[in-house]
């Protein structure tokens, strides 16, 4: 396969399993009340912040902006993006407990064991240690069953972002096992060294030209249509 036609088929992935599933379970899961656990004061005043009121359609906006444009889509993120790596061949689901997909290197030609995060940021300082834990696990694994592996083969692929971005913990986790981001990633699994850049190009335009539907409208109001009739509420 290509770049161009690699490029097309991630695109084209992003698409319709990471941007057309987000609408369709936004409006299938996050526009029904019963999807919410409600703090009742809270929802009050962040109804009284959207809409100078405390409304129906202010509740809804209140619970459904921070689901759809935050944890629904952040959360599925990577592990689309996992899922599309072996889908494509372009790695494997790791048979390892505590790595995520394993593949053959493209700029070095071993064989990699990879934990996979979505960008620079997205850890805590309570998952340095566990992390690095994982990391031994594997290494001691491989040693038992007498594998040819060595640190730079256990890494943390970070699929968006640079280096100058990553956070002290990552650069914690790097000083033992390499942390690969970006560019770099894209280019040791696919065998392209501009393919992120492109992807991200690629991305942008089709972003650009998606036809929203207008699922965030339908989703609020058909939410609000639930808020109405519920007996949490009373708007008199």
């Given at each position: 396969m290509d770049e161009n036609q690699l490029?097309?088929?991630?695109?084209?992935?992003?698409?319709?399993?990471?941007?057309?599933?987000?609408?369709?379970?936004?409006?299938?899961?996050?526009?029904?009340?019963?999807?919410?656990?409600?703090?009742?004061?809270?929802?009050?005043?962040?109804?009284?912040?959207?809409?100078?009121?405390?409304?129906?359609?202010?509740?809804?906006?209140?619970?459904?902006y921070p689901r759809v444009l935050g944890t629904s889509i952040n959360t599925s993120f990577g592990t689309r993006i996992q899922n599309m790596f072996v889908e494509l061949k372009l790695a494997n689901g790791s048979l390892i407990k505590g790595m995520d997909i394993e593949f053959i290197d493209k700029i070095d030609n071993r064989k990699k064991w990879c934990q996979l995060k979505s960008g620079p940021n997205t850890i805590n300082s309570e998952d340095v240690n566990p992390l690095l834990n994982k990391f031994s696990t594997v290494a001691n694994l491989a040693?038992?069953?007498?594998?040819?592996?060595?640190?730079?083969?256990?890494?943390?692929?970070?699929?968006?972002?640079?280096?100058?971005?990553?956070?002290?913990?990552?650069?914690?986790?790097?000083?033992?096992?390499?942390?690969?981001?970006?560019?770099?990633?894209?280019?040791?699994?696919?065998?392209?060294?501009?393919?992120?850049?492109?992807?991200?190009?690629?991305?942008?335009?089709?972003?650009?030209?998606?036809?929203?539907?207008?699922f965030f409208e339908k989703g609020y109001s058909a939410l609000a249509k639930e808020i109405t009739e519920s007996e949490l509420f009373n708007f008199k």
């Open positions: 490029q097309r088929i991630v695109t084209k992935y992003f698409e319709e399993k990471i941007f057309d599933n987000h609408k369709i379970n936004s409006l299938k899961k996050h526009s029904k009340l019963k999807s919410y656990k409600i703090n009742p004061i809270l929802v009050k005043y962040l109804s009284k912040v959207l809409e100078d009121d405390f409304t129906p359609v202010g509740i809804a906006k209140a619970l459904y040693r038992t069953n007498q594998i040819n592996l060595n640190n730079s083969d256990l890494i943390l692929g970070v699929l968006y972002g640079n280096e100058n971005q990553l956070s002290q913990h990552y650069k914690k986790i790097d000083k033992k096992h390499p942390v690969i981001i970006g560019a770099e990633f894209w280019h040791r699994i696919t065998g392209f060294p501009d393919f992120y850049d492109k992807l991200v190009v690629n991305l942008d335009k089709m972003i650009l030209s998606l036809d929203t539907e207008q």
